[in-house]
């Protein structure tokens, strides 16, 4: 973009003022308004990390000086009923040059509603083996004739173990020990004492799905095996990108780019441990042990790793076992000696919530059956499971299916449109989140309008809109077709989900043809993640997102790595079990199989064919 050269160099000290939201900020020298919003906490969506293509991050400046460049416009259609009296355009393209108020687009500030925390078997206590066993104590009290130190007295009310102290446990003990007149709560991790604590209090553990897009919690009793709260927010680390790759080029090519991400889900964790313990009467300081899954690269911008080699092939991880930190080396405020799991990971970008993923689904997939299980989202990861081996990959699906790079997406909050379908007379239908005005479309809602387009005879099988439809307009060079008022699905959205669902599809594909089978061998399609809960399987067999098998023969089970990772904090042994999964799969790099373009083409279209089972 062009921009002045007195910009970069300006004084910083105007002031930014959002409407609707009561928050001024400061504008630092050389920041644009994303940035400035990002800096300051006030969450805009910025689907690109602020790169200027995918018009997310919408404001209208409604008082004060700024200049953009030539991409800083967004169509005033997109943005909701009453946008067409208003110039709305990119935060990430607009630096201040004097004291600004701007309005935030309703789509771009929506808070997430629709993130599937909840996993299968929710009201069922999870089968337990704990790491970490809580157990309160009383010990004989001190005196002249018996001046044993603390921990000798603690020893002795705990014979037969060698017990191994944390430096942050011992500075605690003597002043809890004498609060609670000599009796305690000790929380021991194979011989380690890592905490203390007054007595009856109980012993709590932290299950973590990283996701790119969402991070869901689950906070669970270690005594009882139950979960006691759930929650998930937005993963902060969208503000540098809805992709991972947008997050590897940062952390690669800032010089505190990967600190600034690691901070970011270190707060993220943290701010999740404070709320699910105040739910619950609680105190992070109980939170004894922890799991944490996520794909290759955000395990690795949580561990502060460096993952410059993940952007380019071979695509190496630095570490692919399972990894156990103090929690405390990370910044994390819980137990003072708890330890956090990391998960094992496979190969490129299949990574350790693939492997919760897998654990949490075997009783569908383990036997004789060939199954494939599928977690859809930013980064899609696939495993084949046939005859005993398991071939995985991953392919960089993008944000089109949940909502990001398409001109009216957004995430699955109120006012989203979650399907979208066909009245008798023609006419589109339509479903809204909260049943609130539409403003957007999330995730469901995008592939069902693909879907419903296409069968209106909207969009043809190459992926064109059809500018004879009624329903298809043109407006500045660009198709649309009109789902509601102030929401259009144009031909720049079609390509990103038919780029999409290529990826996704060519890596099914391209597995199937690794294990000798065609598509109709397909015994069970397993479709997992909190996106695959709420789609339409039809609309995806529609588009060619699935190879169209029988509906019986899929299965959607929600956040199956989010259930994975709360069996993992509950039992040693599910642990092991997930190390041995990870290491039984043999990964498969697309981008190296012989036909990768020619399959991609293949499926890039709305053809898809009916197989015979």
């Known amino acids: 973009m062009t921009r002045n050269p007195h910009i970069a160099s300006a004084p910083p000290g105007h002031q930014l003022r959002f409407a609707h939201l009561d928050q001024v900020v400061t504008v630092q020298a050389g920041d644009t308004l994303f940035q400035s919003a990002r800096r300051h906490g006030v969450r805009i969506v910025g689907a690109c990390g602020g790169r200027g293509t995918c018009g997310t991050c919408a404001v209208h400046v409604v008082e004060g000086e700024v200049e953009g460049g030539p991409l800083a416009t967004i169509a005033a259609q997109s943005q909701g009923t009453h946008a067409g009296r208003k110039t709305w355009q990119r935060a990430c393209q607009l630096h201040a040059l004097s004291d600004c108020t701007v309005e935030v687009a309703p789509r771009s500030l929506a808070t997430v509603v629709r993130a599937d925390v909840a ?48 430096l942050e446990a011992l500075r605690q003990l003597p002043s809890v020990l ?67 790759i947008s997050r590897v080029n940062h952390a690669a090519t800032h010089k505190d780019g990967g600190d600034e991400l690691r ?63 103090k929690a405390r080396e990370l910044g994390l405020a819980i137990c003072p000696g708890a330890y956090i799991h990391v998960a094992p990971t496979i190969g490129g970008f299949v990574g350790g919530d693939h492997v919760t993923a897998l654990l949490a689904t075997r009783r569908l ?62 006419s589109l239908t339509f479903q809204v989140i909260g049943k609130e005005r539409p403003v957007g479309l999330c995730g469901s809602g995008v592939l069902d309008a693909v879907a419903t387009l296409h069968g209106a005879g909207m969009v043809d099988d190459r992926g064109r809109l059809n500018a004879n439809h009624r329903a298809v307009k043109e407006r500045d060079g660009t198709r649309m077709a009109q789902l509601a008022e102030g929401v259009t699905f144009n031909q720049g959205d079609v390509r990103a989900v038919q780029l999409a669902k290529s990826a996704i599809r060519t ?52 956040n199956a790595a989010g259930l994975g990772v709360q069996q993992m904090l509950a039992s040693g042994r599910a642990r092991a079990e997930a190390g041995e999964l990870a290491a039984r799969c043999r990964y498969v790099e697309l981008s190296t199989q012989a036909g990768f373009q020619k399959t991609f083409l293949q499926h890039i279209g709305f053809d898809n064919k009916r197989i015979t089972p």
């Open 263 to 325: 901070r970011a889900a270190i707060t993220a964790l943290n701010a999740l441990a404070h709320d699910l313990c105040r739910a619950v009467g609680a105190k992070p300081g109980d939170i004894v042990d922890m799991v944490v899954c996520g794909n290759t690269a955000m395990q690795h911008l949580l561990l502060g790793l460096p993952v410059a080699q993940l952007g380019r092939a071979p695509f190496i991880a630095a570490v692919s076992q399972g990894l156990d930190v």
């Open 178 to 244: 004498r609060a609670g007149a000599w009796s305690l709560g000790v929380r021991i991790r194979q011989q380690e004492l890592i905490g203390v604590a007054a007595p009856v209090r109980a012993g709590l553990g932290l299950a973590v799905d990283l996701g790119t897009t969402n991070v869901a919690a689950f906070l669970i009793d270690l005594q009882s095996g139950k979960r006691l709260a759930t929650l998930a927010i937005e993963n902060p680390q969208v503000g540098w990108g809805a992709d991972v």
């Open 365 to 426: 997939w383990d036997g004789q059956a060939t199954s494939l299980v599928m977690d859809i989202g930013t980064n899609t990861e696939i495993s084949l499971i046939h005859q005993g081996r398991i071939l995985s990959t991953s392919c960089p699906s993008g944000p089109a299916l949940e909502g990001g790079h398409i001109a009216c997406g957004m995430r699955a909050a109120e006012g989203a449109i979650e399907r979208v379908g066909l009245a008798p007379d023609g």
């Open 119 to 166: 996993g299968s078997e929710e009201a069922e206590p999870l089968p337990l083996d704990p790491l970490v066993i809580t157990r309160d104590l009383k010990l004989e009290p001190a005196s002249l004739a018996d001046p044993a130190s603390d921990v000798e007295r603690l020893r002795r009310a705990l014979p037969g173990q060698d017990l191994r102290l944390d």
């Open 507 to 558: 890596g099914v594909e391209l597995l199937l043809r690794e294990a000798g089978l065609q598509a109709g061998g397909i015994d069970r399609l397993i479709v997992a993640g909190a996106f695959g809960a709420y789609l339409d399987v039809r609309s995806g067999i529609g588009i060619g997102l699935f190879p169209p098998l029988p509906l019986e023969r899929f299965v959607q089970v929600g």
